[in-house]
């Protein structure tokens, strides 16, 4: 007989229990996993609607939520809570409608607007994206931007798609901001465009008289690469009317100014003041005001300080050469009357300086 001295048993191994520090690397790496499949479907899911679609918003004076966008890219704060409580809402109520700030759109709606966009949602394009927008409806102290009753509209699109149309509205005198959602009944078309090819810069000239204090401004545009319609609530404090304006500013800083000219009984002086100011930007507008006989052109001249650089303009062309800005006026505010003023505004990224300004006439 034959003795076997190998074992035919199967091989019996012993399971160890996961030490603690491999279930905390466990649980570590699930929690890393399921924090970026978290972050991908929040990208999915404020992108994927609107970006593939989204083309621009009205930047200048700027829409309500491309505004609270740029003013407070970082989002929430109580620096915002503060200052632009408006915004601080929206940010709460839903951040995807500032990061789809270019996509406030409705499709095939048929140049039927009204129909498409009810009474009270104007400013989110009748509830669209599921409602995305909807704080944007909401009536109270929205940041306003000085603006006289004829100025430029700018539509920033950033696809550059064109428009078959842009049509500009203003809410009547009476209407009231703070407490009103704008109806069609509340609008009056103030400034409109035929087919034109659009940009990072659209001026749509909006003649608004007969306002002063906070209005909407309502744009519709009526992109040229599809049925494609866009809706933009912007807040406005218009000038005119020799009242003194009410505003949502922070600060205002006034200059004292010189005035050149090669012909004296021609000549004009600048003001220069802060409207606004934000974190990393600020609004300033200057007056130019006729001396003791009528001008038919004006140039007014400073230079920045704090490294200020200009984003946007409206009532005149200006332009940059190192920190000296020079501004002349546009076509319809040049000829000023004996005493007489023009206004023009812009938007600037920095820290907001108080500089001199020089006032040349023609």
């Known amino acids: 007989m034959i003795h076997r001295t190998d074992s035919t048993e199967p091989l019996r191994r012993t399971r160890r229990a996961p030490s603690a520090s491999s279930r905390a690397i466990a649980w570590r790496a699930a929690a890393v996993f399921g924090a970026c499949l978290a972050l991908l479907t929040t990208l999915l899911v404020t992108f ?36 632009d409580p408006m915004c601080h809402k929206a940010w709460q109520a839903d951040p995807s409608a500032m990061y789809n700030w270019n996509g406030l759109l409705r499709d095939g709606v048929g140049g039927d607007h009204q129909a498409a966009v009810p009474d009270g949602q104007l400013c989110s394009g009748g509830m669209t994206f599921n409602g995305r927008y ?69 001026p749509v000239e909006v003649d608004a008289p007969g306002r002063t204090g906070h209005h909407v401004l309502f744009t519709v545009w009526q992109a040229s690469h599809g049925d494609q319609s866009y809706y933009f609530c912007s807040d406005v404090n218009f000038t005119d009317g020799g009242t003194t304006p009410t505003t949502t500013t922070t ?85 000023l009357g004996a005493g007489a003023s023009a206004t023009f505004g812009f938007v600037a990224s920095g820290t907001a300086s108080t500089p001199a300004l020089t006032c040349t006439a023609s």
């Open 48 to 83: 994927g609607a609107g970006t593939a679609s989204a083309h621009g918003a009205v930047s200048d004076p700027p829409a309500r939520h491309y505004g609270c966008y740029f003013r407070w890219p970082n989002g929430p704060s109580p620096q915002m809570a503060a200052e």
């Open 134 to 202: 909807a704080a944007f409806d909401e009536p109270g102290a929205w940041k306003t931007v000085d603006r006289p009753s004829r100025f430029t509209l700018n539509l920033n699109d950033t696809s550059s798609h064109g428009a078959d149309y842009i049509r500009v509205y203003a809410t009547k005198q009476g209407f009231d901001a703070k407490t009103q959602k704008p109806r069609w009944a509340d609008l009056e078309l103030v400034g409109q465009t035929g087919r034109i090819a659009t940009g990072t810069r659209t």
């Open 251 to 335: 600060t205002t800083t006034a200059t004292t100014t010189t005035t050149t000219t090669d012909v004296p009984e021609r000549g004009c002086t600048a003001s220069y003041r802060v409207t606004s100011q934000w974190s990393g930007g600020f609004q300033a507008e200057v007056r130019v005001t006729a001396g003791s006989a009528p001008i038919t052109g004006w140039t007014a001249q400073w230079a920045f300080t704090n490294g200020e650089r200009i984003n946007s303009s409206w009532s005149a062309t200006l332009t940059a050469s190192g920190p000296t800005i020079s501004a002349r006026n546009a076509a319809y505010n040049g000829s």
